[in-house]
Nanobody, 125 residues
Framework: QVQLVESGGGSVQAGGSLRLSCAAS????????MGWFRQAPGKEREGVAG???????TYADSAKGRFTISQASATHTLHLQMNSLKPEATAMYYC???????????????????WGQGTQIPVSS
């Protein structure tokens, strides 16, 4: 399975920006669908954004217009640029991957088979 390591988390004030990165290694397939999920304290993990093997992106309503997911294929790195952060974005952020073509299932947690350990983002008001 592919190994995933998230980075870029840290404290930020409301209205600020952060850029998360997810470094992937151990590729055994020619491409992967990948995403960003988050889990706030006391809540279930939810999908934030995803990008399929064809490069098409999907966003949760809470992320549209403020977050941008991108993939650097040459370095096997996934990014999430987050702007205008709100306190409710406080969560642990995870990067999952799967060799499947997810297209419509990019924000569906069970569709992914590999997960990173997560990076914490506290957003203060």
């Amino acid at each position: 399975q592919v190994q995933l390591v998230e980075s870029g988390g840290g404290s930020v004030q409301a209205g600020g920006s952060l850029r998360l990165s997810c470094a992937a290694s151990g590729y055994t397939y020619s491409g992967y669908s990948m995403g960003w999920f988050r889990q706030a304290p006391g809540k279930e993990r939810e999908g934030v954004a995803g990008i399929d093997r064809d490069g098409r992106a999907t966003y949760a309503d809470s992320a549209k217009g403020r977050f941008t997911i991108s993939q650097a294929s040459a370095t096997h790195t996934l990014h999430l640029q987050m702007n205008s952060l709100k306190p409710e974005a406080t969560a642990m952020y995870y990067c999952p991957a799967t060799p499947a073509f997810l297209s419509g299932g990019l924000l569906s947690e069970p569709r992914y088979i590999s997960w990173g350990q997560g990076t914490q983002i506290p957003v203060s008001s």
